[in-house]
């Protein structure tokens, strides 16, 4: 099967810093998604990002497919940023599965 | 809160107990999932329910048994759990078949097996 890879695994920043984290594919995907697991193990989705870039407030992301990779950048970071960023896809194209990789997880310090 | 209701929020269970895991949307979705996250893993699908069918069994062993009566409701149904399969259940819905049209998940049971 596919192999994703998340880097780094684990961040640990000061509040208002920027970060990018990055998911590598062995192979192309389909559906990239991105998601963020609070502390309480909510999980959100942030973006649905098969190819191009998409900004939502301070955080953006840009998935170029043909390279197999994707990049969430978080800006200006927050306290409430902190949790487990995961990218995540569609092994098969049109079903309705998930393969998600291990995730990074992110503290930000006040 | 997402509009994605499971409970309970936790549970402790002996290896001999027979327990059952809710998950409830009225958010119109008529896809539900059950994810379980173990430490140090990533999610691992399990069920997918599709307009109340079973779509996907993805290799679950039988002391997990899932039951969708109708769109909004999901169960899953534990007996004679081993203390591996503890980890925090997820159950997730979708609007249609599919990553395309979003996942909207709940908060999670975070399961413990003694």
């Known amino acids: 099967g596919i192999q994703v890879e998340q880097s780094p695994p684990d961040l640990i920043l000061q509040e208002g810093a920027n970060s990018t984290l990055r998911c590598n594919f062995s192979?192309?995907?389909?559906?990239l998604q991105w998601f963020h697991q609070n502390p309480w193990g909510q999980l959100i989705n942030l973006f649905y990002?098969?190819?191009g870039t998409k900004q939502n407030g301070r955080l953006s992301a840009t998935t170029v497919a043909t390279e197999r990779y994707s990049l969430l950048y978080i800006s200006s970071s927050q306290t409430t940023d902190s949790g487990v960023y995961f990218c995540?896809?569609?092994?098969?194209?049109?079903?309705?599965?998930?393969?998600f990789g291990k995730g990074t997880k992110l503290t930000v310090n006040p | 809160e997402t509009g994605v209701t499971q409970t309970p929020r936790h549970l402790v269970m002996g290896m001999t107990n027979k327990k059952s895991l809710k998950c409830e949307q009225h958010?119109?979705?008529?896809?539900m999932y059950w994810y379980k996250q173990s430490a140090k893993k990533p999610l691992e699908l399990m069920f997918v329910?599709?307009?109340?069918?079973?779509?996907e069994n993805n290799s679950v062993p039988s002391r997990f048994s899932p039951e969708c009566p109708n769109s909004s409701h999901l169960f899953l149904h534990l007996h004679t759990l081993q203390p591996e399969d503890s980890a925090l259940y997820l159950c997730?819905?979708?609007?249609?078949?599919?990553?395309?049209?979003?996942?909207?998940f709940g908060s999670g049971t975070r399961l413990t097996v003694v």
């Open positions: 997730a819905s979708s609007r249609g078949q599919g990553p395309y049209y979003g996942y909207t």
């Open positions: 958010l119109g979705h008529n896809a």
């Open positions: 995540a896809f569609d092994p098969q194209g049109g079903s309705e599965k998930l393969v």
């Open positions: 192979d192309s995907v389909n559906n």
């Open positions: 990002i098969p190819s």
């Open positions: 329910y599709s307009l109340e069918e079973r779509v």
